[in-house]
């Protein structure tokens, strides 16, 4: 694969389960990324290192994912000049992936994280693309290609449902 685009970070690699949609989804979009555990509190030269350097090593979106007392995402987008995107992870130490989704979503004035839904790393992904894709052709196309897909699935069940009806709390296929 080529230079790394996107960076996709998370505290721990209990992360991983979740994560890992980020990174199926830019495979399938085919934008070139990198995965590795950077933990804020566990490893905090780490983090600062990979936040000083991601620029020049040609990354252009960080997404971090964590639990709990979540801060690396917003760590890291103290350190960057970066989009970062932030993933709230319901990890084995949140309470109810409430406290993952404040760490990360209320970040002060000056320090944007984008934040997605509890365990959203899919949408991360999709989101970084179209961050990349913002400039590049290819990108653009590739996921212009996944929303048609996407709308024609819709489409399709929507059909189906009108033409098989409903039947008493089962849809009919
Ligand atoms: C966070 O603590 C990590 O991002 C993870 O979500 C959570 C639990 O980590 P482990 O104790 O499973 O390593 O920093």
Redesign the pocket.
């Known amino acids: 694969m080529s230079t790394p685009k996107i960076g996709i970070i ?6 991983l389960s979740v994560m890992a949609e980020a990174a199926s989804i830019l495979e399938e979009l085919e934008v070139p990324f990198e995965v590795t555990i950077v ?4 490893t905090p030269h780490r983090m600062m290192e990979y936040a000083e350097k991601a620029r020049d090593r040609g990354i252009q979106v960080i997404i971090a ?8 995402p917003g760590m890291v987008a103290s350190i960057t000049t970066l989009p970062v995107i932030g993933v709230p ?1 319901k ?4 309470i109810d992936g409430w406290d ?1 989704v404040l760490s990360i979503l209320q970040m002060p004035g000056g320090v944007p994280v984008a934040t997605v839904a509890l365990n959203g790393a899919k949408n991360a992904g999709i989101l970084a693309a179209q961050i990349i894709g913002s400039t590049d052709q290819t990108v653009a196309g590739k996921l212009q290609t996944y929303k048609d897909e996407m709308r024609e699935k819709v489409e399709e069940a929507a059909q189906k449902i009108e033409i098989m009806g409903y039947k008493g709390g089962k849809i009919g296929f």
């Open positions: 998370m505290g721990s690699k209990s992360d933990s804020a509190h566990r994912g964590a639990g709990g007392a979540a801060h690396l992870v990890s084995s130490n949140s993952s």
